[in-house]
């Protein structure tokens, strides 16, 4: 057993394990760090030691594949502790590491003797420093204190109504990604049961789901979820798929009662004869029992958003927080079926904006104020681990004391105090002629085209026009090359001039729509015929973008498109 104060690591998928082993750690002030199971060998042996952690928690499958090779660049490494596995005989380990399995430790940990180490934290100290996988570099690890964590999860749990021990959760989202651990930390702290998941056996239609078989949310019938954006969207793709192949009758019902539903919800009735008829086979594909669905990680679409309130008959609570503010800033109120907000702030904090001149943002704009949002308040966290330069740039103490993040968002306040994300100062980028371009607004207007699973918008500040990849829909690409005859495997499809030009077609038509700017407007794709998912290295565990390795990933594909070769 060994003195409180040292750092121990959680390398673990989702499961009762990682929250079992959190809480102990909490317990006697062992402050805990985490990384993503999808992080690269050098970011993660970067985590470990940094951190200078000499035991770590992992499961047999992540120790065989991801941590073996890594544990002679780990000289702190003492111990492994191993959740899911009875025999401890790991044979080719490396001299001097000793490991043990979950049932050792807890005999271990229940031996009287041990009761002196019993250590309780203070509000200030370390109770986890969470690598975030970053959009850009090398990941950050982020302190965050007990006080933090408290701090952040009253104020979610405010903005969830009737909150108890009835309630069951599903977890399937990485707990070492700070939207999963804060709301499972909201049901531990209310009581309510937390069953696991994951995304390959979440549904029925999952992809680790033997035909015929049940995915666990039809086993478990959760009332509570937290979703990344992604994972929506991907259920509201295949359902309005089976739409339309649905008969004339069927699909004219289903949208009369759609848009039926769509008025009567803006009016603040309900629909229970819809529900019950029309809307409870889509609801089916939660479990039947959803009441509410977080949403946080990344923008939510305002047609994903409508189509999750009506189809799945529960409200979306659209969330807007950071590692940096322990997931906390703001939840929209489970009533207010207004899209594209992310609420009013939690009790737990305050929002300021800051003119932000070079984009254009003024908190003095009318009708509503704009600019880079500051978030402060007890839920801040204490800065990033042994990165002094980066907390003098990100976080400031004001005069009373209280301490403020700089997000790098952009917001705007509606009259009724919501907010509403608008840009991110990252992604603006100049054009040649002067104009600037927000990638992410034009990705968000694009990302809602059928043809479309995934976008990025490129553009270099000596060029004229915007560049784009995209990861198409496979059902939809392949009905398109059969449209235009052409042949061939998925991969020579995606790279056929003739399929790349109707695509562009498409998506400009759709920019157009959307209201994009002619200069905003794609002028030149790539179609990917890799999917970017964490593993590829190509997004984060929220599947944010990672723009900085998409473009050295496509960077012969950009000098193309820019002329160069």
Known sequence: MRKPQCNIAIFCETRAEWIVASQACFMYNFPLVTLYATLGPLAIAHGLNETEVTHIITSKDLLQNRLKDILCDLPKLRYVIVVDCKSTSWLDMPRGIMVYNMDTVKELGSKADNCEYLCSPQSTDIAVIMYTSGSTGIPKGVMISHGNIIAGITGMAERIPNLNETDTYIGYLPLAHVLELSAELVCISHGCRIGYSSPQTLADQSTKIKKGSKGDTSVLKPTLMAAVPEIMDRIYKNVMTKVDEMSKFQKTLFVLAYNYKMEQIS??????????????????????????????????????????????????????GLTETCGAGTISEVWDYNTGRVGAPLVCSEIRLKDWEEGGYYSTDKPNPR?????????????????????????????NGQRWFCTGDIGEFHPDGCLKIIDRKKDLVKLQAGEYVSLGKVEAALKNCPLIDNICAYANSDQSYVISFVVPNHKQLMALAQQLQVRGTWEEICNNS????????????????????????????????????????????????????????????????????
């Open 267 to 320: 009016k603040g009735y309900g629909t229970p004869l819809c529900d019950s008829l029309v809307f409870k086979r889509v609801r089916g594909l939660l479990g039947g029992n959803t009441r509410l669905l977080l949403s946080g990680g990344a923008p939510l679409s305002a047609a994903t958003q409508r189509f999750m309130n009506i189809c799945l008959c529960c409200p979306v609570g659209q969330g807007y």
């Open 498 to 565: 003739q399929v790349e030009k109707e695509v562009l077609r498409i998506i400009t038509e759709a920019a157009i729509t959307a209201k994009l700017e002619r200069f905003e407007i794609p002028k030149k794709i790539r179609l990917s015929s890799e999917p970017w998912t964490p593993e590829t290295g190509l997004v984060t565990d929220a599947f944010k973008l990672k723009r900085k390795e998409l473009k050295t990933h496509y960077q012969e594909d950009i000098e193309r498109m820019y002329g160069g070769k």
């Open 371 to 399: 600019g880079e949002i500051l978030i402060g308040g007890p839920n801040v966290t204490m800065g990033y681990y042994k990165k002094k330069c980066n907390n003098g740039e990100d976080f400031f103490v004001d005069e």
